[in-house]
């Protein structure tokens, strides 16, 4: 363990809050699905922050295994993130739609179309491998994104002592996140890389990071973490100043040596002409913001297809990036990112995280010079 020394002057509602937690600065990293490691966890819960797993596109197996690793590397708390969307529903003639869409990219670099679909990721809701898995795990925290589990699964989680986030992007997702007793809500914002965490993907209300914050602060009564477009320490002390209790960052982490980004993402997010973000459903199925890419310019036109329930379209976006990869064409990969990528520093996660700690501090002392 390797806590970074420095007094913390954090609000009495924070400490309490990281208290809770067992760790000892507001600062998570955020789950990233394909992108986080076991060893980006530890690093960041090493250095007394909150290390995550993104774990939606693992099996219970996988998901096992990347818990025990990140157990290996570090004793500190750390979080296991899953996806809470409903489980989907077949459409074969929405599938059908996007297949025939999407065919003359397969043409074009030589290859063929699948002719069918199938969901890609699980979500979690019904899901009791995982469920049982987790209450024999007991990671310190598991936070759900697109939704929140069964009355059930959230009941056996907490008895279990862990402690339960979920995401909202409006008031309603908000409310009904502390109706079913969760423990904290994640704040996340238009601002936010990845996919968006709507319940309900065709229902975006686009609320900045900060608003949200101040939303949830006035009219719900648990912890709020704010995310999305959060880069530096000052940027983390404005939403603590705001009423957020912590702040979870994910595009900072990106490309971060012990990050899964290949080497592609890790250039395209550092690349001055590139580093501006779009939101796009073409990909998955649900709203995602990243770096633009042929799923922008040449798949998201106005005569595509209805979208087909989630996952069945990452499917088919996976098989085609898979052959343009093969082909050294990157363009159809997925590069998610938030809007503030622009900010993104080349760091290790434990130099980032004492940088980060370093200017928290200094703002915050800043702030407090000021009043
Ligand atoms: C590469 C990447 C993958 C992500 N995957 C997940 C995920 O698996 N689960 C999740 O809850 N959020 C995921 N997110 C969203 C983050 O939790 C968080 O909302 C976002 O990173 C905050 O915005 P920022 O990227 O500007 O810091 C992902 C974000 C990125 C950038």
């Given at each position: ?250 595009t900072?982490?990106v490309i ?9 993402y890790r250039e395209r997010l550092q690349d001055?002409?590139?580093q ?15 770096l ?43 590069y998610?990112a938030?809007?503030?990528v622009?900010?993104i ?27």
């Amino acid at each position: 363990m390797n806590h970074p020394s420095g007094a913390a002057h954090y609000s009495p509602k924070t400490q309490q809050f990281l208290q809770r937690l067992g760790i000892q600065h507001p600062i998570f990293l955020a789950p990233m699905a394909g992108t986080s490691t076991p060893e980006l966890a530890a690093a960041v819960s090493n250095a007394g922050g909150l290390g995550s797993l993104g774990l939606a596109t693992s099996s219970v197996a996988q998901a096992q295994q990347a818990i025990q690793r990140t157990r290996e590397l570090t004793s500190q708390p750390f979080n296991c993130n899953f996806f809470c969307h409903q489980p989907p529903q077949a459409d074969p003639a929405t599938e059908q739609a996007w297949i025939t869409y999407m065919t003359p990219f397969f043409s074009a670099l030589g290859g063929t179309a699948p002719h069918t679909l199938k969901p890609v990721n699980f979500t979690f809701i019904d899901n009791q491998p995982l469920l049982d898995m987790l209450l024999h795990e007991k990671p310190a925290v598991v936070s759900f994104h697109f939704g929140i589990p069964t009355p059930d699964a959230i009941r056996q989680l907490q008895q279990a002592g862990i402690i339960l986030l979920a995401c909202a992007t409006s008031l309603a997702e908000a409310q009904i996140i502390q109706a079913a007793g969760l423990d904290a809500i994640v704040a996340q914002g238009i601002e936010a890389g990845g996919h968006r965490g709507m319940f309900n993907r065709d229902f975006d209300p686009a609320i900045s990071t900060h608003d949200l914050v101040r939303l949830f602060t006035a009219h719900t009564h648990l912890p709020i973490i704010a995310a999305g477009g959060i880069m530096d320490g000052a940027d983390i002390q404005q939403v603590l100043a705001l009423g957020a209790y912590a702040a979870q960052l994910g595009t900072a982490f990106v490309i971060c040596d012990e990050s899964a980004a290949n080497p592609t993402y890790r250039e395209r997010l550092q690349d001055p002409t590139l580093q501006t973000t779009y939101i796009t459903a073409s990909i998955s199925g649900r709203p995602a913001r990243g770096l633009m890419s042929a799923w922008h310019s040449q798949v998201d036109r106005p005569e595509r297809p209805a979208l087909s329930s989630y996952s069945y379209m990452y499917d088919l976006a996976k098989q085609l990036n898979a052959l343009a990869t093969g082909q050294g064409n990157h363009d159809f990969a997925a590069y998610w990112a938030g809007s503030n990528v622009a900010r993104i520093r080349n760091l290790n996660a434990t130099d980032l995280m004492q940088t980060l700690i370093d200017e928290l501090q200094s703002a915050i002392a800043t702030r407090f010079d000021k009043t």
